[in-house]
């Protein structure tokens, strides 16, 4: 009789292209994972790897059998792991990636929130303005602000996020400038510009909506809670999330250039690897997000 292992096992070979890296994954010795394969060939009277002492490669017969098995596997892991999540409490810790910008009070209390649901959940927070590479680096998640999410990854969309032109209210006296004169205006207005310092090509000002105005950079930094301060201290204009700036507009530190209006929104997603044995702490994670961010 066939045993849903010695598919999982074939399943592992193929994905890492390797015996040993096969056993490490299902945590069992090498010569386990060979007498797995060995029984799975035999009850299937087929041969599915050609292996040498330095290359496995997949026969055409095992190409087909992981095609039909994936699907199949997928479907029973996803089973398996809905009746588990009733019963076992999530735990452990999550390796996270997200921009420098999620440094904000929004994002710490939604943490703090699913912390206090899941108190056995514990993170590794990495703040970065580039994209990681999730497997390699070994993340559990990336949040990722972006108009298209990579191709290769699973993408789950949580929210939009609202990104405002503002600057101190003593800088926009100091350009002569408010949300009527910008828009009825048909002189130029030249600003000083805040910018993060990964974007790499001047903005166009016309796309953004504000086609009088030339904004030239005077600070670029990978820090964006330092542009904030940039811009609360009067040094100019700077273009800056909603999380990390909602405070400062409420109690008008910040006045955005559009009449309180975002230049522009862009989608939140949670970006992970693979839906297949996704761990119980990841999923509640990802769907605890996409609850409170909707």
Not at 41 to 57: A, I, P, Q, Y
Not at 96 to 116: G, M
Not at 176 to 181: E, F, P
Not at 202 to 225: E, T, W
Request: glycine share 4%; hydrophobic share 45%; with cysteine.
């Amino acid at each position: 009789m066939l045993d849903l292992m010695s598919i999982r096992v074939f399943q592992e070979i193929v994905e890492t292209g390797s015996f040993s890296k096969a056993a490490e994954r299902l945590d069992m010795s090498a010569p386990m994972v060979s007498k797995y394969m060995a029984k799975l060939e035999k009850h299937l009277g087929s041969r599915l790897l050609n292996r040498t002492s330095r290359h496995v490669s997949v026969t055409e017969a095992g190409q087909l059998y992981y095609e039909q098995t994936h699907t199949a596997l997928d479907i029973l892991n996803t089973a398996s792991e809905t009746v588990a999540l009733s019963s076992v409490t999530p735990s452990g810790e999550l390796k996270i990636s997200a921009p420098v910008w999620f440094a904000n009070a929004h994002f710490a209390q939604l943490l703090h929130q699913y912390q206090q649901q899941y108190p056995n959940v514990h993170f590794d927070l990495h703040l970065e303005n580039h994209i990681v590479d999730i497997a390699l680096e070994g993340f559990d998640l990336a949040l990722r602000v972006t108009p298209e999410p990579a191709a290769g990854l699973i993408a789950k969309p949580l929210c939009n996020i609202s990104f405002y032109l503002v600057g101190s209210p003593s800088y926009l006296q100091a350009l002569g400038l408010n949300s009527q004169h910008l828009n009825n205006t048909q002189q130029t207005i030249h600003a000083k510009f805040i910018m993060p310092n990964y974007i790499k090509r001047a903005l166009d000002s016309a796309a953004l909506g504000i086609p009088n105005m030339q904004l030239a950079p005077v600070l670029k930094s990978n820090d964006n809670n330092l542009i904030r301060h940039a811009a609360l201290s009067g040094m100019g204009l700077a273009l800056l999330p909603e999380w990390l700036i909602s405070e400062d507009l409420t109690t008008k530190k910040l006045m955005a250039v559009q009449q309180n209006r975002p230049i522009f929104e862009m989608q939140l997603y949670a970006v992970y690897t693979s839906r297949k044995y996704m761990p119980l702490k990841l999923r509640t994670l990802i769907d605890f997000l996409a609850e409170h961010l909707k």
